[in-house]
C-alpha cells in the first residue's frame, strides 16, 4: 500500500537523511517523501507548514491507515487524536515523542 512521510523541522538543516528519503521514492513508486518547512523561509522543493498540518489536510480520512508519528510530545500527543478524530482505529495509532532531557 501507499506510504507517506511527512518529514517536518523549521529550517531545512534540521530534515536530515533527505537524501536518503528522496532515493527511496525513486526507489518504490508506493513511497511518498514529504519534506515540510514551518520556518519562515520558504525551501524550494519542500511544503510550507507544520508537516502534522499538511499530513492531516492531505489525509483526511483515516479509516484504515495506520498512522506513526513522531517529533515533540505535544505534537504527537494531539497527532494521536488528530488521527482518531479522522477515523484511524486507537490500535493503529502508534507515537514515540522525542524526550528531551538535560544531561547531568
Not at 507544520?50 to 508519528?69: K, N, T, Y
Request: net charge negative; charged share 25%; with cysteine.
Amino acid at each position: 500500500g501507499p506510504i507517506y512521510l511527512y518529514h517536518g523541522a523549521r529550517q531545512a538543516p534540521g530534515l536530515y537523511l533527505r537524501d536518503v528519503f528522496e532515493e527511496l521514492e525513486v526507489q518504490y513508486e508506493n513511497f511518498n517523501y514529504v519534506p515540510c518547512i514551518s520556518g519562515i523561509r520558504r525551501v524550494i522543493g519542500c511544503h510550507t507548514g507544520r508537516g502534522d498540518a499538511l499530513a492531516f489536510q492531505d489525509h483526511s480520512d483515516l479509516e484504515g491507515w495506520r498512522v506513526f508519528l513522531c517529533g515533540a510530545p505535544e505534537m504527537v500527543s494531539e497527532g494521536k487524536r488528530t488521527a482518531y478524530l479522522q477515523g484511524a482505529d486507537l490500535a493503529d495509532i502508534l507515537a514515540g515523542p522525542f524526550e528531551f532531557k538535560k544531561a547531568g
